[in-house]
């Protein structure tokens, strides 16, 4: 099953999940070369590598919810609610409220949700890469391998960093919503220009040419799933 095949991977030497997770951190441009190279066996397989990273992020996410140190989602919304809302509240805005709040924690903290966005991600970000450097690779089927594998590791990135974020943050003010977006997307953009530059040389163009194109990724990725997620609202008010 999908768990036996997980913890093989986890305990594989060469080319499992440990294996992986090393050779994209320490040589990120090296290991990638090269894969599109023709040595698959010195990295994970890309979508394996990919949702083992998502499953991790979730895993984590509902660990630190569980032993409280991350605030559940709609404690939250009803927080901020709270906050902005007058003395006086109108039963059908209330309830509404309450609508709201059950429909945003069933889509956005949802596994399927996590799993769908880093899809799109990889997707748009492979489109724009092979648009890029289309030089580099032989088939469309590279471009994406090669973004399946650097989200999943910019998602272990991440995770890594909430691990360190929310012990510290629970010590100093208590219980978090998680890691700052803003760190996020640093996290995110540094490794992708620091893995485009390693693997395909250019030097500053190259950096320029990853920004790009993962900025217009996340870009795409926002506005589908903002679409998506504005369509699911409606259809669940009206």
Request: glycine residues 10%; without cysteine; proline residues 3%.
């Amino acid at each position: 099953g999908v768990l036996s095949v997980f913890f093989r991977e986890l305990v594989d030497i060469e080319g499992g999940l440990w294996a992986s997770m090393w050779a994209l951190t320490v040589r990120p441009g090296v290991a990638l070369s090269r894969y599109l190279g023709g040595a698959r066996q010195d990295l994970m397989h890309p979508g394996r590598y990919l949702l083992a990273s998502i499953v991790v992020a979730f895993g984590t996410d509902r660990v630190f919810t569980w032993i409280g140190m991350r605030t559940p989602y709609d404690e939250r919304v009803s927080g901020s609610v709270s906050e902005t809302e007058s003395s006086e509240v109108d039963p059908a805005t209330d309830e509404l409220q309450s609508l709201l709040t059950w429909a945003a924690e069933r889509v956005l903290e949802s596994q399927v949700f996590l799993i769908a966005g880093y899809l799109l991600l990889t997707g748009f970000l492979s489109l724009t890469i092979w648009r890029l450097f289309r030089s580099h690779f032989q088939r469309g089927a590279q471009a994406v391998a090669f973004s399946a594998l650097v989200v999943g590791h910019t998602v272990f990135l991440s995770t890594v960093a909430e691990l360190l974020y929310f012990p510290a943050d629970y010590l100093r003010a208590g219980p978090t919503s998680g890691l700052p977006a803003n760190a996020l997307v640093v996290i995110t953009a540094v490794y992708v220009t620091l893995v485009t530059t390693r693997t395909f040389g250019g030097g500053w163009k190259s950096s320029a040419k990853g920004l790009l194109a993962i900025g217009w990724a996340g870009l795409e990725q926002v506005v589908v799933q903002g679409i998506v997620i504005g369509g699911y609202f409606a259809w669940i008010i009206y």
